[in-house]
């Protein structure tokens, strides 16, 4: 089966993540041509809220590994659903799932990562060779196996003349910093919806702010932003990544009831905006632009958040990934689509200058489906 992809003009490959707000599975199917990529078709599926439950249990280690083992199948299943649903009636070559995150620990000894959804389930439900489980082999080279979609972001938009900031808002935040010339970097600024949703929660009931309507009756409290500045992640050297392990639902407990519960959610989109911009600010040597991507993009208040803190910076405009040929939300999926093709052709897909890897890794195990 690897020599018949490898012998394929155009394949089609649909690549998967759910991310790190844990509230979908992202599925894109994709055509890859030399080095141009279009997107076929899109689907997001929601996960259960009973799922929901079972993951969060996972982040905060309240789960029994027997609740881990089952969820890792479980997960198999609902990726293979989302995979089904975004082949349609399409014949498709290859499926590259980067699963669940529930455990990302690269400063542990030894350090170590944890993507659920068996891709033998995936596989099979398919029919298609499957490439799962991106990040391990980037750890092994001491690498912290994060962030890997600066790959497909350098791929897409390296541009003479003109230096780019690729910005994914989900769970967390991250940055690709593709210049017209020179190394590409990448690393999470911090966290992009992962606060502002454990308010949500608790204060709305619901999984997120959903527009960024509750925050607009706001105010950014700058006593409170500044605290949250404080953590000492945002100090840190690169290459960085982070996750729930950080900015998880404990990192609010030190902020509530002390302010309104309109005026926290909109100092969390404040804390987004400005520990990315102030992440970025090491990169600048002139004016760039910034293409933003993931559930963040859609909401207006974090947007102008981050418009109104980058007029110290020389940023030229700000533009989504749709005028690249893909969507803001089918970004990270896209980015592992290529990622798993890159990786059916023997071929590395991480960036050590963005890891810290010894060099760059292929990533990812080749599952097929069984014959018959």
């Known amino acids: 089966?690897?020599?018949?992809?490898?012998?394929?003009?155009?394949?089609?490959?649909?690549?998967?993540?759910?991310?790190?707000?844990?509230?979908?599975?992202?599925?894109?199917?994709?055509?890859?041509?030399?080095?141009?990529?279009?997107?076929?078709?899109?689907?997001?599926?929601?996960?259960?809220?009973?799922?929901?439950?079972?993951?969060?249990?996972?982040?905060?280690?309240?789960?029994?590994?027997?609740?881990?083992?089952?969820?890792?199948?479980?997960?198999?299943?609902?990726?293979?659903?989302?995979?089904?649903?975004?082949?349609?009636?399409?014949?498709?070559?290859?499926?590259?799932?980067?699963?669940?995150?529930?455990?990302?620990?690269?400063?542990?000894?030894?350090?170590?990562?944890?993507?659920?959804?068996?891709?033998?389930?995936?596989?099979?439900?398919?029919r298609c060779l499957t490439v799962s489980d991106f990040r391990p082999a980037d750890m092994v080279l001491g690498g912290q196996a994060a962030p890997l979609v600066p790959f497909f972001d350098a791929w897409l938009l390296r541009s003479p003349g003109l230096d780019r900031a690729a910005v994914n808002i989900g769970g967390m935040a991250n940055i690709s910093w593709v210049p017209h010339q020179g190394e590409v970097r990448g690393w999470d600024s911090g966290p992009g919806n992962v606060v502002s949703d454990a308010l949500a929660e608790r204060f709305l009931g619901k999984p997120a702010d959903f527009g960024g309507q509750f925050a607009a009756t706001g105010t950014v409290v700058p006593d409170i932003l500044a605290e949250m500045l404080d953590h000492p992640?945002?100090?840190?050297?690169?290459?960085?990544?982070?996750?729930?392990?950080?900015?998880?639902?404990?990192?609010?407990?030190?902020?509530?009831?002390?302010?309104?519960?309109?005026?926290?959610?909109?100092?969390?989109?404040?804390?987004?905006?400005?520990?990315?911009?102030?992440?970025?600010?090491?990169?600048?040597?002139g004016p760039f632009e910034m293409v933003v991507g993931g559930g963040g993009y859609h909401n207006p208040v974090l947007m102008e958040e981050v418009r109104q803190r980058a007029s110290r910076l020389q940023m030229t405009r700000l533009t989504g990934f749709e005028e690249f040929g893909i969507t803001a939300d089918a970004r990270e999926a896209c980015a592992f689509a290529l990622m798993g093709h890159e990786t059916a052709h023997g071929r590395a897909s991480s960036v050590a200058t963005v890891t810290g890897a010894s060099r760059p890794a292929l990533l990812g195990k080749i599952t097929f489906p069984s014959p018959g």
Not at 2 to 21: D, E, Q, W
Not at 48 to 54: H, I, K, S, Y
Not at 71 to 91: I, K
Not at 247 to 259: C, K, M, S, T, V
Request: net charge negative; charged share 20%; hydrophobic share 45%.
């Open 1 to 126: 089966m690897i020599a018949a992809y490898r012998a394929l003009k155009v394949p089609k490959v649909i690549g998967m993540i759910s991310g790190t707000s844990a509230d979908a599975i992202d599925a894109a199917l994709v055509e890859i041509e030399g080095r141009e990529m279009r997107l076929l078709r899109f689907v997001s599926c929601p996960f259960p809220a009973e799922v929901r439950g079972l993951l969060f249990d996972l982040f905060e280690d309240r789960a029994t590994v027997r609740q881990a083992a089952r969820a890792h199948f479980l997960l198999g299943e609902l990726f293979a659903a989302a995979a089904l649903e975004a082949m349609g009636s399409e014949s498709v070559d290859l499926v590259a799932s980067h699963g669940q995150t529930v455990a990302h620990l690269p400063h542990d000894s030894p350090p170590s990562t944890l993507q659920l959804g068996e891709a033998s389930v995936i596989a099979e439900a398919t």
């Open 233 to 285: 992640y945002f100090d840190a050297r690169g290459p960085k990544s982070t996750g729930r392990e950080e900015f998880g639902r404990d990192f609010i407990e030190p902020f509530l009831g002390r302010a309104q519960p309109a005026d926290l959610v909109r100092t969390a989109l404040a804390l987004t905006a400005e520990s990315l911009l102030r992440s970025l600010q090491p990169y600048l040597t």
